[in-house]
């Protein structure tokens, strides 16, 4: 069965320092993998995803991320963090293999929180 | 020109009553799904449809009963509402099954539900 773990449950880093949030995963094949964000009192948005190919897949608002297979890790990250990045962030599987062919899992989330 | 909508975005009822969530989508997207989030803002997914036909159905009471009336439509009817129904409810779409297709989920704004 598939998997996704968001170790940190915040994350605090200040302005135009470098962010990472992570995420791990378990899948019994290659993963399908996602990053959405979540700012209050709204619905998630998609920021980048990872089917195939290159390891690092650049999204939204200047964000990326890392496949690493031997650490099954997709980590998402931005060279210099904005205010208006803070929000909560979600991590998300699919294996598609998987017979349940549409199940994409989330992680807990993360909340970064990016300070003046 | 929203994507995918919902209504109501606020929902405030007693227990014991019913009531519904209704979402709607314009991307021409084939499966649809609610997904629950609670206080902790974890994320998990109800249900899931795919032109019309149910493909996904976790463990939820069977108070919670979704319809499809076509695969622009996914409603959510709850009967006998209790105070741990409490949350917010996200209506999503997708485009496809195959596994090359991606998945990329797209969400609505959210419904918040408190039962009271």
Redesign the interface.
């Known amino acids: 069965a598939q998997s996704v773990a968001q170790p940190e449950d915040q994350v605090n880093v200040a302005e135009g320092n470098p962010l990472t949030v992570k995420c791990t995963y378990s899948v019994s094949g290659n993963p399908y993998l996602f990053w959405y964000v979540q700012y209050p009192n709204r619905g998630l948005q998609f920021l980048l995803k990872y089917i195939t190919g290159d390891n690092l897949v650049k999204g939204s608002y200047g964000f990326e991320a890392e496949f690493n297979k031997s650490q099954t890790s997709f980590h998402l990250k931005k060279p210099s963090a904005l205010v208006s990045d803070s929000a909560l962030y979600f991590c998300a599987v699919r294996d598609p293999w998987d017979s349940s062919a549409s199940k994409i899992i989330f992680g807990s989330g993360t909340r970064l929180s990016i300070r003046p | 020109d929203t994507a995918?909508s919902q209504t109501p975005k606020y929902l405030v009822t007693q227990m014991g009553n019913d009531k519904s969530i209704k979402c709607e989508q314009n991307l021409g997207h084939d499966?649809m799904?609610w997904y629950k989030q609670d206080s902790?803002?974890?994320?998990?997914?109800m249900f899931?449809y795919?032109n019309k036909e149910l493909?996904?159905n976790e463990t939820v009471p069977n108070r919670f009963s979704p319809k499809s009336p076509d695969k622009a439509h996914l409603n959510l009817h709850i009967n006998s509402l209790e105070l741990g129904d409490s949350a917010v409810y996200?209506c999503?779409s997708?485009q496809g099954?195959?596994?090359?297709s991606?998945?990329?989920?797209?969400?609505?704004?959210?419904s918040?539900l408190t039962v009271v």
């Open positions: 995918v499966t799904y902790k803002k974890f994320l998990k997914i899931s795919n493909i996904i996200f999503a997708s099954l195959t596994p090359s991606g998945n990329t989920i797209y969400f609505g704004e959210g918040w």
